[in-house]
């Protein structure tokens, strides 16, 4: 049986999302640099923990090129796809310097592929379609950043986390407009998790709908760990689920049970990769999900 192994990992923009792992693990770090040291090296760690674990990797506040993770992704055979490298972008989206979501293809287990990375509600998204050489399906993955709102907040309001709801149901609106694939595969900083979105009470007691509700709605499938894949020390939520992995097939939107995967394979096969200071150069865990073929 083939598996696809898929990541979604949070990178961390900075040494001060890093400086959050490390205040939740009492390691003190300062921007000296000696700690500055102490971030490249757990970036280059990074790099070795998760390069050829997967066959692709969805990634958030990735910023350049230039960092540990996607240089050795790279030599390592693997192509980056971002919103300044799609052909069809704005030229004034292409003079940035910098991009969020980024997703990382092992080139010799996909072809045809196509960039469709876009501005989606004012943050840029990396989208692409390729075939799947194992199986010859067609599949697009998503890397999305969901904007946030106070997780604190005793109760939930549509206002509250209204942009990323907005956000999440343009992604699933632009999936639509991609003719002729088979899957669909979305990996994402939700910045929230299911356990937090009841406080807007019971869907039917409501005129909106939130962002996980957006994507069962349309069919998609969580892929979760139900473990804290991120830490923010003095917080409430000090650690939370963040991070998720939504899966859907063509003939799942149909309504019908029948798959192009094996027989009871499409299930909750999401696992934590390690967390560590020294492995690991941000405040999130890198989440992995197998999907059997």
Same mark, same amino acid.
């Given at each position: 049986?083939?598996?696809?192994? /898929?990541?979604?990992?949070?990178? $961390?923009?900075?040494?001060?999302?890093?400086?959050? @792992?490390?205040?939740?693990?009492?390691?003190? /770090?300062?921007?000296?640099?000696?700690?500055?040291?102490?971030?490249?090296?757990?970036? !280059?760690?990074?790099?070795?923990?998760?390069?050829?674990?997967?066959?692709?990797?969805?990634?958030?506040?990735?910023?350049?090129?230039?960092?540990?993770?996607?240089?050795?992704?790279?030599?390592?055979?693997?192509?980056?796809?971002?919103?300044?490298?799609?052909?069809?972008?704005?030229?004034?989206?292409?003079?940035?310097?910098?991009? +969020?979501?980024?997703?990382?293809?092992?080139?010799?287990?996909?072809?045809?592929?196509?960039? #469709?990375?876009? %501005? /989606?509600?004012?943050?840029?998204?990396?989208?692409?379609?390729?075939?799947?050489?194992?199986? @010859?399906?067609? /599949?697009?993955?998503?890397? $999305?950043?969901?904007?946030?709102?106070?997780?604190?907040?005793?109760?939930?309001?549509?206002?509250?986390?209204?942009?990323?709801?907005?956000?999440?149901?343009?992604?699933?609106?632009?999936?639509?407009? %991609?003719?002729?694939?088979?899957?669909?595969?979305?990996?994402?900083?939700?910045?929230?998790?299911? !356990?937090?979105?009841?406080?807007?009470?019971?869907?039917?007691?409501?005129?909106?709908? #939130?962002?996980? !509700?957006?994507?069962? +709605?349309? $069919?998609?499938?969580?892929?979760?760990?139900?473990?804290?894949?991120?830490?923010?020390?003095?917080?409430?939520?000090?650690?939370? @689920?963040?991070?998720?992995?939504?899966?859907?097939?063509?003939?799942?939107?149909? #309504?019908?049970?029948?798959?192009?995967?094996?027989?009871?394979?499409? $299930?909750?096969?999401?696992?934590?990769?390690?967390?560590?200071?020294?492995?690991?150069?941000?405040?999130?865990?890198?989440?992995?999900?197998?999907?059997?073929?």
């Amino acid at each position: 049986m083939n598996t696809l192994n /898929i990541i979604s990992y949070n990178m $961390g923009t900075n040494i001060r999302d890093f400086a959050w @792992e490390c205040e939740y693990l009492k390691q003190e /770090i300062d921007d000296s640099e000696s700690g500055q040291q102490m971030y490249k090296k757990a970036q !280059e760690n990074t790099a070795k923990n998760l390069v050829d674990k997967a066959s692709v990797y969805l990634l958030q506040e990735v910023e350049k090129e230039d960092r540990a993770l996607i240089v050795s992704l790279k030599i390592a055979g693997y192509a980056i796809f971002h919103i300044l490298n799609n052909p069809n972008a704005p030229e004034n989206t292409k003079k940035r310097d910098s991009f +969020d979501t980024a997703i990382a293809l092992k080139m010799d287990v996909f072809e045809k592929i196509e960039n #469709h990375s876009k %501005i /989606i509600n004012g943050y840029d998204t990396a989208i692409i379609s390729t075939t799947y050489k194992l199986s @010859e399906k067609r /599949i697009i993955f998503v890397s $999305g950043h969901v904007p946030g709102f106070n997780l604190e907040e005793t109760k939930l309001y549509k206002a509250d986390s209204l942009d990323g709801d907005k956000y999440c149901l343009t992604i699933i609106n632009t999936l639509a407009e %991609i003719e002729g694939t088979d899957m669909q595969i979305v990996g994402a900083d939700m910045n929230a998790n299911p !356990e937090i979105m009841t406080k807007a009470g019971k869907k039917n007691n409501r005129e909106w709908t #939130h962002r996980f !509700e957006e994507f069962e +709605d349309a $069919g998609f499938k969580i892929h979760r760990t139900k473990k804290a894949t991120n830490v923010k020390p003095n917080s409430n939520y000090c650690k939370r @689920e963040l991070d998720f992995i939504f899966v859907r097939t063509v003939l799942h939107t149909q #309504h019908t049970k029948e798959s192009f995967f094996k027989p009871n394979t499409l $299930g909750n096969t999401t696992r934590l990769l390690k967390w560590d200071s020294s492995l690991n150069a941000s405040d999130h865990r890198p989440i992995l999900t197998q999907l059997p073929f």
